[in-house]
């Protein structure tokens, strides 16, 4: 297929082109590895700069997107590709067979710096989000490398979902805290305050005055942001929230277990320790199963299936994607429908796309980064919900993105008065936050180009 590249694209290729160091913020569906792509494409074939590039990604997408995209363009046909998958053995193998780009999970990011010898001319970070924690082993081993390095490239388009504290991390990566400061510590003395503490612990951190202005400004010269609104027609979404009423039982004990932290059961005890364990067990309760202290699991209600059975029926034999929080979640759904299938490999991502699959069951942990679904359907459910901004905006981007030709129906199933009800709130407070800082920093492109 021949590539016709939107304005922002080719605006986009050409920002990874002209700067050493790039951040792109760009919003789900505006084509982040088409555009990555066409811009390693140049640097190697028409510029002769960079001869070996790295591609750190989440594992489905490694497994698949990348890939897909180079045969998806005739002009990335000379690229190739060696995806650093599989057992140490299988990855030291293709971390030696030539290539012009390497794709490796981010998990593994460690095991490549410490056990290989560095040869990467150029590192894009697929999902740079996903290294906004300073204390994870994956960022304190690509930090060391980075330096090492000619280009690097972060994509996300969730770059700050929690608040701007988790930026540090990730332009880190991309100048070696020339812009934010070289530590945490100063960065957060700068521009923050505490906010929620207690005598000798701080929980979270609010910014100065004037502060965010200030950040928007050191970092504008390396990224840009972009939303999808702004240049792509996509199609509506429709979203819809089916409330479920818990029995009165079940309400008393959910009331009980949430005011004492511990629920008595015949064969083990539902205990949790501390207010982010209590949050998990009431998540759990309010989707129907919850584990107790010897990791069993017990079934407290089906209602939310029973909401999942008149959705499934509704949709009336056009396919369905099934977003799930828990273990005992998928267990209980595909026990209740023989004919679902779970998300487990690329095989299964071709037969969704080809609409050989009727009920796809996914985690958004597994699906919410870089997979294209769109072609199978465009109708979502989350059966349960989760706290994560990202994880809630990527996984809907499965459907919702470009190449939908129908609008998305988005249904959350919610059991009335529980933490379900929080959660819904929560993620939309925390998406004032994401759009200040998209906005903030968003491409100006020229009116010619535009």
Known sequence: MIYKPHDYQEYATKWIIDKKQSGLFLDMGLGKTIITLTAIHDLMFDYFEISKVLVIAPLRVAQSTWEDEIKKWDHLKYLRISKVLGTAKQRKQALYTPADIYIINRENVVWLIEENKWFFDMVVIDELSSFKSPRAARFKALRKVVPLTKRIVGLTGTPSPNGLIDLWSQLYLLDQGERLGRTLTSYRDKYFLPDKRNQHVIFSYKLKEGSEEKIYEKI???????????????????????????????????????KELLLKLDDGDIVANNAASLTGKLLQMANGAIYDENKDVSVFHDEKLKALDDLIEAANGKPVLIFYSYKHDEARIKERYKNIESLNSPEDIEKWNKGEIEVLLAHPASAGHGLNLQAGGNTIIWFGLTWSLELYLQANARLHRQGQKKSVIVHHIIAKNTVDEDVIRAIENKNTNQRELLEAVKARIRSDVV
């Open 220 to 258: 504008e010269d390396v990224c840009i942001s972009m939303k999808a609104e702004d240049y792509l027609k996509l199609p509506k979404r429709l979203d819809h929230t089916v409330m479920v009423d818990l029995p009165e039982k079940i309400k008393k004990e959910y009331e009980r277990l949430e």
